[in-house]
């Protein structure tokens, strides 16, 4: 058996790694265009602002490596130009000699990756203008850093690669402004989550520009179509990726909704005996079944090492993802899994969701809070997602969500996990724990929830509503919601004459936990119709525009 691979970053090598632990004497090649292979792009931000020191650590193997240990001979610098499925052909060009040749293939694996996506923008093209893709666009940035020593750049795009590089590139001593072209930045996050990150990094003296079309960029500044000129000596373009998918369309391969290539679970595509993988392949979600396209590191890996265990035989199959993701921003960490809040509606779902604010472990070993935006199906009681803002534990609470998302976990099971505890690591219960406490209430005891949006539309509107503040006069003071009545806690019982029980009454303190204990004393002497704000006033403020 001739297995050919197109592509030779992740997807690629895990497939071609993967046929030869099946089959030990097939004759595995793949051709890669780049000079570079089975690098780690996730890691490239961190190379340029100077955390990683040697980019050699970021490309550990080559091609001696492939064919010393798996017998695998990888070609850099050889572009595939044509597919002939009827022939079972390639035509293959190496970039160094300029020869142009004819390779044939029992079995296909395509991972031809994707690209960035360049907006139609003068001066797009211009010297310093970077898409960050490859080692060789990670080299060029560093260079460029080193030799021309920029003090102001711009940064497009506010998604995994365009946060990591303002991190990096502030590291460097650059001054960084952030444009966005959307209304809200960052966009796995819904916008009272997105909201919230954009608060913090203001404090940390970060300049985002939302609602921006750049028009033009020049060499030193950026023209925004509303007039505005941003000093900049560099311009990076963190503007998404498109899949590679001309090569496979020429072929008749079929192109999903999504504009990538379809496949089955097997990662096969309509032409036999020809597969595809990784950043140019659409997938699914294991949620709602329809097709979604994520060109993350770690799908890419996982889709190739199928295609490449299905073309020898073997069963391995595709469950589908959560779209899960996570990076680092300064002393942050941001994550999320599963369908957003505006997913969720989309696709019909009759949602609960809380905002949950939480120490990741307790103050006398410095914890920090985390939020947890949990949103849940009310019918069946099951998690549908989870956004996490916060700085310590934010990845072990993720894939927390994401095993039990995975398994169709209901929200009671989230108190009864048997968590690891200590307090360097957690406080008893862990904000796991709480999430699932605070929807379980809401959902079969009770005690149900208000966001600060819904809320916000019902005062606007100038419903008949009251709105308790059960905090101690001092914080009601400082700042409130508007309309809330300043009762608290240990005051309570002694006000209850002088509340009307059949309103909708809107209870908060701080974080929550009060307010749900305002609440419950509210409940308890026959008052119809009792919320608690979602993450207290502390959310309420910080999401409030």
Known sequence: MRILVIGAVAAGTSAAAKARRNNDDAEIVIYERDNDISYSGCGLPYYIGGEIEDISE????DSKFFKKKYNVDVLTGHEVLNINPNTKELTVKNLNTQEIFV???DKLILGTGATPFMPNIKGIKNKNVFFLRNVQSARNIRGFIENNKPKHAVIVGTGFIGFEMLENLMDTGVNVTVVEKQGKITPN?????ATFLEKALIKKNISIIKNADIIEILENKVLLEDGTEIKSDMV???TGVKPNVSLAKEAGVEIGITGAIKVDTSMRTNIEDIYACGD???TFSSITGKAVYRPLGSTANKTGRIAGDVVTGGKLRYRGNLSTGIFKLFDMAIGSTGLSEKEALEEGYEIVMCHNIKPDKPSYFKGKEMVIKAIADKKTEKILGVQIVGYEGVDKRLDVFVTL???GAKVDELFHLDLAYAPPFSTTKDPVHYTGMILDNALNNNRPIITSKEAQRLIDKGENIQVIDARISKQYDENHVYTAINIPHSK?????KTLDKNVLTVTYCNKGVT???TQNILINHGFKNVCNLSGGHKFYKSTKK
């Open 515 to 517: 307010g749900n204990a």
């Open 189 to 193: 996050l819904d916008e009272d989550m």
């Open 492 to 496: 309570l019982r002694n006000e209850l």
């Open 58 to 61: 970021l490309t550990p193997r």
């Open 280 to 282: 140019c392949i659409e």
């Open 405 to 407: 998302i995975t398994y």
């Open 103 to 105: 390779d044939k293939y």
């Open 236 to 238: 990076i373009m963190a």
